[in-house]
């Protein structure tokens, strides 16, 4: 699957299923979880790949084929295909597939990419997609396009992300037995964009204390929110606390 583009093989194999330079094509990888018995998985790969061929529209599946708990598959568009068609009703497939043989499966759905020098790519893509998936622990496909600003902490170890995170809120903790309401006042303060009459609303609190708590925790840490790269350092582990509910 994974070739140089300068091989023969590449270009050879890629006739074969009909890529051209301008076929748009979508890599997706599925993996079954962890829990699935090793044994049943061969099993379970040739069913599923058959059942994908059977309801896929004929030709946009050219490719798909299981090795351990990994499933790779090529999804072929045409013109007839609205922008993420096709790739919705490859997802969608999935559920009544997993009800019915009691397992879970994750994926991670590449862009769309031209040409068999595409191939690739998608794949890493795909790949990146999937590993995020499976860091949120979710049933079901994502597509790499959709993941935003994740992409950037895909396999990041949580121990570096815990880290980064706890240098902004571990300090802003108070005391057992105190009550300062920082930790909460920057996450609320960061949601609303930084407003801070809708952050003061949000906190039922005075606006004026509210513009306490902001120059307090700009005092306990050192930075300032006038600070680009200071502000830009504290959103980034607002939406890292967030998203990774791990601290």
């Known amino acids: 699957m ?11 194999k890629s006739g074969e299923i009909g890529i051209v330079p301008s076929t748009s094509i979508v890599v997706g990888l599925l993996e079954f979880a962890e829990w699935v018995n090793p044994s049943t998985l061969s099993a379970l790969s040739v069913q599923l ?6 309801k896929m529209p004929a030709g946009a599946l050219p490719i798909a084929f ?3 708990r990994r499933i790779t598959i090529l999804l072929m568009l045409n013109e007839s295909h609205k922008p993420g068609k096709l790739e919705q009703q490859f997802s969608a497939l999935l559920p009544e597939w997993e009800h019915r043989n009691h397992v879970k499966l994750l994926g991670g759905l590449s862009s769309v990419r031209s040409g068999v020098d595409a191939i690739n790519t998608g794949y890493q893509e795909a790949d990146k997609a999937l590993a995020y998936q499976k860091t949120r622990g979710e049933q079901g496909t994502i597509r790499y396009t959709d993941i935003g600003v994740n992409r950037l902490f895909i396999r990041q170890p949580a121990e570096d992300l815990n880290a980064f995170m706890a240098e902004i809120f571990e300090p802003l903790r108070p005391a057992k037995g105190q009550t300062s309401g920082l930790e909460e006042t920057l996450m609320t303060y960061m949601a609303c964009g930084g407003s801070a009459v809708q952050a003061a609303s949000a906190l039922h609190i005075h606006i004026n204390t509210l513009y306490q708590r902001i120059h307090k925790i700009e005092e306990i840490l ?3 929110l006038s600070n680009q790269e200071h502000l830009l350092h504290l959103q980034l582990a607002c939406y ?3 998203t990774y509910r791990s601290s």
Do not use: P
Request: proline share 0%; aromatic share 12%.
């Open 2 to 12: 994974r070739l140089s583009q300068d091989s023969e093989d590449y270009w050879q």
């Open 49 to 54: 790949v058959a059942y994908l061929r059977d």
């Open 66 to 68: 299981g090795n351990e």
């Open 222 to 224: 050192g930075m300032s």
């Open 240 to 242: 890292l606390k967030q």
